[in-house]
């Protein structure tokens, strides 16, 4: 007789084999669940030979079901709409899954759906993320596939916005500034990077290509996420084009956000 156990349970099942003319037996069986089990062979004996026992263990591990996060794209600009497309492959039982999305500001991820997905069918929702986020996707299996999850990170950039004064005119793209007048130019960022650092860079246009004038470092946004650079023009060349942007570099502790630069804005002096 052969007994079959099962770790963490009190029910047992007995198969009777009998044995081929060299004493040997085979025993296919297949196991209910996944788990630990125990297979007891026993010879009652006889008269002439006593008792036997013999023990295998075999452990059933559950199956891997298909699960998959995809995004519309990885690298975003600021409180851009994400899509995501959440595909399930087969299972026995269960075909729900939860979504989840960590914003890279906060502590901890928050619930998106709960929902199950039909057999070939995919499970479609659309995000807004103003930050950063992870995206996650747990399947708590079932009683034949295993408990899985999956990730999908959206990188998403700041927007940084840009605008001169101290300009008395315009001409087409140019802001026309006066030779020894003051250039303000004024930064935002968003969302609120309150304490960090943006940078100017100016480039000029000469020999047929714009070249690197001058980048200004690390001027601190006020609490409104906003600056301002105020530059003197005495010592530029009138006549000749320039351009600047505001280019925002986040600080090494803040990963909620990716790097972005404004758009050029484009001056000359005369």
């Given at each position: 007789t052969v007994t079959r156990s099962q770790a963490g349970s009190t029910a047992t099942k007995t198969f009777t084999v009998s044995t081929t003319s060299d004493g040997s037996f085979q025993l296919t069986d297949t196991p209910p669940a996944a788990g630990d089990y125990k297979y007891t062979a026993t010879f009652a004996g006889t008269t002439a030979i006593t008792p036997a026992t013999a023990t295998q263990s075999v452990s059933v591990l559950k199956l891997t079901t298909a699960l998959?996060?995809?995004a519309s794209r990885t690298l975003v600009s600021y409180n851009s709409i994400v899509r995501l497309t959440i595909r399930l492959g087969t299972t026995d039982t269960s075909r729900t899954v939860l979504v989840y999305a960590h914003d890279l500001s906060k502590p901890r991820a928050t619930l998106l759906r709960k929902a199950s997905i039909g057999r070939g069918k995919t499970l479609a929702i659309s995000y807004r993320a103003p930050h950063t986020t992870e995206f996650s996707v747990v399947f708590g299996g079932d009683a034949h596939y295993a408990a899985r999850t999956v990730t999908r990170t959206v990188t998403v950039k700041v927007s940084v916005s840009e605008h001169l004064s101290g300009y008395y005119g315009t001409r087409g793209k140019y802001h026309l500034f006066s030779s020894g007048s003051v250039l303000s130019a004024h930064a935002a960022v968003s969302p609120n990077k309150r304490g960090q650092c943006v940078m100017f860079e100016v480039q000029e246009y000469y020999q047929g290509s714009w070249r690197v004038v001058n980048v200004f470092n690390c001027i601190k946004l006020s609490r409104s996420?906003?600056?301002?650079?105020?530059?003197?023009?005495?010592?530029?060349?009138?006549?000749f084009p320039?351009?600047?942007?505001?280019?925002?570099?986040?600080?090494a502790s803040d990963?909620?956000?990716?790097?972005?630069?404004?758009a050029w804005v484009y001056l000359e002096i005369e």
């Open positions: 998959s996060i995809s996420s906003t600056v301002t650079g105020k530059f003197g023009l005495s010592q530029a060349d009138r006549g320039y351009r600047i942007r505001a280019d925002f570099v986040h600080k990963h909620s956000n990716a790097n972005n630069d404004s």
